[in-house]
């Protein structure tokens, strides 16, 4: 298979006693969806967070395209190419979605801060704008503020903004949480579409929706990998059945 | 059009023709309250760029006002008595030229508003009103135990500094250059906010996890609009300091941020003419009620009471019957 875009080599942090992450090391190859799956609690939410630079880890590295993120904040990984989006809608509430596209572009430019020209008028930003709503159907809801779309929309949005970053890698935290069964299935097929363009890591508790994307599954309990393989050994393993599945949903 | 550029408009309509009638009816002195109006303003704008735009209420404004002011004072100073300025080997001789003041009441307030604001934006909420306010003391206790420039007593300048083509002296001159600064900066300020950079500025105060998720950096962009909030208000403060030819600690003390804060306010915060607005009102209500009663300041806080608690869009907010952020 392809080589791996993003390396992730025992990474380690703990609050306190409690180890959120453990020893973790995991890959993510062009054209797949790697899902990390595990019980509340699992480490997950870390492990993405210190993916994304939010939180430094104890030990351990991550690796862009072969290259160490360790020291490089938030912001500039995105620039090398990692792109997330969260559990709870992370959107400018008072901006439509038009505008918080705009500040997608603007930071996926690399040339952020012109002084004097109206965005508004800005066909640097206008036009993959208008693609963008297009591509994620949300033209018809453009110039409201985000703040007033409906949640699915916000949902919609978050992905979108991902992708106006034109990332190497997408890390996506839950992005099926709180969405319907129409929600789900639709977000199900866009991702389907979207890891031809771009590998995600996708941490996501609809066992429906992770079994119908993944091509790879990591099973993370307790802040250590338990299990790791394509959907099908995941199912059939004993320790996986035991720790997470057994108690679950599946 | 709508009631709020309507109402800018009246406004500024108004207070250019009131300078005007005043002019004609030879009233000085209300042409030098309303360059007060407009100088105030100029400051209020400063600040609202980092208070309404980049959420970021500084409490230490009075810093870069007065450092705009002594700018001026200690320019002038020298070219009035003819003595130069001697820093290490080189000699100034001052300057009382406005447009060279000016730019160094510029370029310093902006150097001063760099180093508190490195400082300072680590911080948010309570901490960063806690230590602009710190800083800008820091600033006022120096100013008072500096003797080189008068120390506690400020500077005097007897004659007002020049501006080429103009008697800088005649009330309704003057007037008219600080009303064309003050339109300049609104310009400049409108165009900011409508630009690339007061879009993440704005996005900034919204939400900042999400500036950064798009590979922004909050810090530097707070940062900017903290240098240019300074670099405006030093500007005011050098005006300030001409109108009156005069300075003292008095323009550093928290009094002053807390006043250019009551402009913004009072006006509408976020809105471009609301500085303006609050700067008339508050100018008009102290000199109409302190001519009335020695307790003007009761009723102004009774007004700032009635805004922030029920038109929190500041008048400009009541005016447009519509809500920004508050």
Same mark, same amino acid.
């Given at each position: 298979?392809?080589?791996?875009?993003?390396?992730?080599? #025992?990474?380690?942090?703990?609050?306190?006693?409690?180890?959120?992450?453990?020893?973790?090391?995991?890959?993510?190859?062009?054209?797949?969806?790697?899902?990390?799956?595990?019980?509340?609690?699992?480490? &997950?939410?870390? @492990?993405?967070?210190?993916?994304?630079?939010?939180?430094?880890?104890?030990?351990?590295?991550?690796?862009?395209?072969?290259?160490?993120?360790?020291?490089?904040?938030?912001?500039?990984?995105?620039?090398?190419?990692?792109?997330?989006? /969260?559990?709870?809608?992370?959107?400018?509430?008072?901006?439509?979605?038009?505008?918080?596209?705009?500040?997608?572009?603007?930071?996926?430019?690399?040339?952020?801060?012109?002084?004097?020209?109206?965005?508004?008028?800005?066909?640097?930003?206008?036009?993959?704008?208008?693609?963008?709503?297009?591509?994620?159907? @949300?033209?018809?809801?453009?110039?409201?503020?985000?703040?007033? +779309?409906?949640?699915?929309?916000?949902?919609?949005?978050?992905?979108?903004?991902?992708?106006?970053?034109?990332?190497?890698?997408?890390?996506?935290?839950?992005?099926?949480?709180?969405?319907?069964?129409?929600?789900?299935?639709?977000?199900?097929?866009?991702?389907?579409?979207?890891?031809?363009?771009?590998?995600?890591?996708?941490?996501?508790?609809?066992?429906?929706?992770?079994?119908?994307?993944?091509?790879?599954?990591?099973? @993370?309990?307790?802040?250590?990998?338990?299990?790791?393989?394509?959907?099908?050994?995941?199912?059939?393993?004993?320790?996986?059945?035991?720790?997470?599945?057994?108690?679950? &949903?599946? | 059009?709508?009631?709020?550029?309507?109402?800018?408009?009246?406004?500024?309509?108004?207070?250019?023709?009131?300078?005007?009638?005043?002019?004609?009816?030879?009233?000085?002195?209300?042409?030098?309250?309303?360059?007060?109006? /407009?100088?105030?303003?100029?400051?209020?704008?400063?600040?609202?760029?980092?208070?309404?735009?980049?959420?970021?209420?500084?409490?230490?404004?009075?810093?870069?006002?007065?450092?705009?002011?002594?700018?001026?004072?200690?320019?002038?100073?020298?070219?009035?008595?003819?003595?130069?300025?001697?820093?290490?080997?080189?000699?100034?001789?001052?300057?009382?030229?406005?447009?060279?003041?000016?730019?160094?009441?510029?370029?310093?307030?902006?150097?001063?508003?760099?180093?508190?604001?490195?400082?300072?934006?680590?911080?948010?909420?309570?901490?960063?009103?806690?230590?602009?306010?710190?800083?800008?003391?820091?600033?006022?206790?120096?100013?008072?135990?500096?003797?080189?420039?008068?120390?506690?007593?400020? +500077?005097?300048?007897?004659?007002?500094? #020049?501006?080429?083509?103009?008697?800088?002296?005649?009330?309704?001159?003057? /007037?008219?250059?600080?009303?064309?600064?003050?339109?300049?900066?609104?310009?400049?300020?409108?165009?900011?906010?409508?630009?690339?950079?007061?879009?993440?500025?704005?996005?900034?105060?919204?939400?900042?996890?999400?500036?950064?998720?798009?590979?922004?950096?909050?810090?530097?962009?707070?940062?900017?609009?903290?240098?240019?909030?300074?670099?405006?208000?030093?500007?005011?403060?050098?005006?300030?300091?001409?109108?009156?030819?005069?300075?003292?600690?008095?323009?550093?003390?928290?009094?002053?941020?807390?006043?250019?804060?009551?402009?913004?306010?009072?006006?509408?915060?976020?809105? @471009? /003419?609301?500085?303006?607005?609050?700067?008339?009102?508050?100018?008009?209500?102290?000199?109409?009620?302190?001519?009335?009663?020695?307790?003007?300041?009761?009723?102004?806080?009774?007004?700032?009471?009635?805004?922030?608690?029920?038109?929190?869009?500041?008048?400009?907010?009541?005016?447009?019957?519509?809500?920004?952020?508050?």
């Amino acid at each position: 298979m392809d080589k791996a875009i993003l390396e992730v080599h #025992n990474l380690s942090r703990s609050f306190g006693a409690l180890r959120a992450c453990d020893e973790v090391s995991l890959t993510l190859k062009a054209g797949e969806i790697h899902a990390l799956i595990g019980p509340n609690g699992a480490g &997950k939410s870390t @492990l993405i967070k210190m993916l994304a630079g939010e939180i430094e880890p104890d030990s351990g590295d991550i690796l862009l395209d072969g290259k160490s993120l360790r020291g490089v904040p938030a912001h500039k990984r995105v620039h090398q190419g990692l792109a997330r989006t /969260f559990q709870v809608s992370s959107i400018i509430p008072e901006y439509s979605a038009r505008q918080n596209l705009f500040l997608a572009l603007m930071g996926a430019s690399g040339s952020p801060l012109g002084f004097f020209t109206r965005t508004s008028t800005d066909t640097a930003l206008t036009k993959p704008a208008a693609a963008l709503l297009d591509e994620f159907d @949300l033209s018809m809801r453009a110039d409201i503020p985000a703040a007033n +779309i409906s949640h699915g929309e916000r949902r919609q949005l978050e992905v979108a903004l991902a992708v106006a970053l034109q990332p190497r890698v997408l890390l996506m935290d839950e992005p099926m949480a709180g969405m319907g069964t129409d929600g789900t299935a639709a977000l199900t097929s866009r991702l389907q579409e979207l890891k031809q363009r771009v590998p995600i890591l996708l941490v996501e508790h609809d066992m429906e929706a992770v079994f119908a994307l993944a091509d790879t599954l990591s099973v @993370l309990v307790y802040g250590q990998i338990i299990a790791s393989g394509t959907a099908a050994e995941i199912r059939s393993s004993r320790a996986v059945r035991d720790a997470y599945l057994g108690h679950g &949903k599946s | 059009m709508r009631r709020e550029t309507l109402f800018n408009f009246t406004l500024a309509g108004g207070l250019l023709g009131l300078a005007i009638v005043a002019w004609f009816v030879d009233e000085p002195f209300v042409i030098t309250l309303l360059t007060k109006v /407009f100088i105030f303003a100029i400051a209020g704008t400063g600040l609202n760029l980092a208070l309404g735009n980049g959420g970021l209420v500084s409490l230490g404004h009075a810093a870069f006002f007065g450092i705009g002011g002594y700018a001026m004072a200690i320019l002038a100073s020298h070219a009035q008595s003819f003595e130069p300025m001697v820093i290490g080997p080189l000699t100034f001789d001052g300057t009382k030229s406005m447009p060279v003041i000016w730019l160094v009441a510029i370029l310093a307030s902006a150097f001063a508003a760099l180093l508190i604001g490195l400082l300072s934006l680590r911080t948010s909420g309570v901490y960063f009103i806690m230590i602009t306010l710190a800083f800008a003391q820091m600033i006022y206790y120096f100013a008072i135990s500096w003797p080189a420039y008068g120390g506690e007593d400020g +500077i005097s300048i007897y004659v007002r500094n #020049n501006f080429p083509g103009l008697n800088t002296l005649d009330p309704i001159q003057f /007037f008219g250059l600080i009303a064309l600064l003050l339109v300049i900066v609104l310009w400049l300020s409108s165009t900011l906010v409508r630009s690339r950079f007061g879009v993440a500025l704005d996005a900034t105060r919204q939400n900042a996890q999400r500036v950064t998720s798009v590979g922004l950096s909050p810090f530097t962009i707070r940062l900017i609009a903290f240098v240019i909030s300074g670099a405006i208000t030093g500007l005011a403060g050098a005006l300030y300091a001409d109108l009156n030819r005069f300075v003292s600690p008095s323009m550093l003390s928290w009094q002053v941020s807390g006043e250019i804060m009551v402009f913004v306010i009072l006006g509408g915060v976020a809105r @471009l /003419f609301g500085p303006l607005a609050g700067a008339a009102l508050f100018i008009g209500m102290e000199h109409y009620l302190g001519g009335i009663s020695e307790f003007w300041q009761f009723w102004l806080g009774l007004l700032l009471l009635i805004v922030v608690l029920w038109g929190r869009g500041g008048l400009l907010g009541v005016v447009a019957g519509e809500r920004r952020h508050g």
